[in-house]
Nanobody, 122 residues
């Protein structure tokens, strides 16, 4: 079992930055790929970024490339999402997820956090 707890969300003006953190329980964190997803009001949850278990490979949805950076610290059982140049359309609940074979698809992740709200004002 892996439990995930996100933090770092909040209200920020357009152009600002936030760093989300996701702390994982358990001793097998380094065995999991990690992903960030988001769900805006009235929309389906969508992939944002993922990182391999070793941290070598990262993937991003096109709309956040060059603005968001995913990283992980396996010694701290934590994955991060650094979000820069935020836009109002980035407003959503952000979820982290863990999966043995996590990729860009929701069903490739077995464990999910409860989400953290990010609101970007114009």
């Amino acid at each position: 079992q892996v439990q995930l707890v996100e933090s770092g969300g909040g209200l920020v003006q357009a152009g600002g930055s936030l760093r989300l953190s996701c702390a994982a329980s358990g001793r097998t964190f380094s065995s999991y790929a990690m992903g960030w997803f988001r769900q805006a009001p009235g929309k389906e949850r969508q992939f944002v970024a993922s990182i391999s278990f070793s941290g070598v490979r990262t993937y991003y949805t096109d709309s956040v490339k060059g603005r968001f950076t995913i990283s992980r610290d396996n010694a701290k059982n934590t994955v991060y999402l650094q979000m820069n140049s935020l836009k109002p359309e980035d407003t959503a609940v952000y979820y982290c997820a863990a999966g043995r074979y996590g990729n860009t698809y929701e069903n490739s992740y077995e464990y999910w956090g409860q989400g953290t709200q990010v609101t970007v004002s114009s």
